[in-house]
């Protein structure tokens, strides 16, 4: 029987559906980056990691987690998900240019 989706539009017997880095615990499973250290510290540095001009704190890639500004990042034309230039690939076929997040571009042929 197939699985069917569950309350929180999981599929039954599936766990919880991950999006962004995730860390690997001491016992071996995934977790989930605590919410403290989604805001860099007081003091740190708020670049962009690929043209070093202040970026906004709320711009980081959803891939690595590093902070991009709005000139440089990328919109995943497929999930929507702000990446940054390491984390995408530009897809030059019929249709035109097509962004891809590493994520989806796994699953473009």
Do not use: M
Request: charged letters at 20%.
């Amino acid at each position: 029987r197939a699985a069917e989706p569950g309350p929180a539009g999981e599929a039954q017997g599936e766990g919880p559906r991950w999006s962004g880095q995730l860390l690997i615990g001491h016992d071996g499973k995934l977790r989930r980056r605590p919410a403290d250290r989604a805001v860099p510290p007081v003091g740190a540095s708020r670049a962009c990691s690929s043209c070093v001009r202040a970026a906004d704190v709320k711009d980081a890639c959803a891939q690595c987690d590093r902070l991009v500004c709005q000139s440089c990042s990328r919109l995943c034309s497929c999930c929507n998900t702000v990446t940054c230039s390491l984390c995408s690939t530009v897809d030059y076929g019929d249709v035109g240019e097509q962004v891809l997040c590493n994520g989806c571009s796994v699953f473009q042929v």
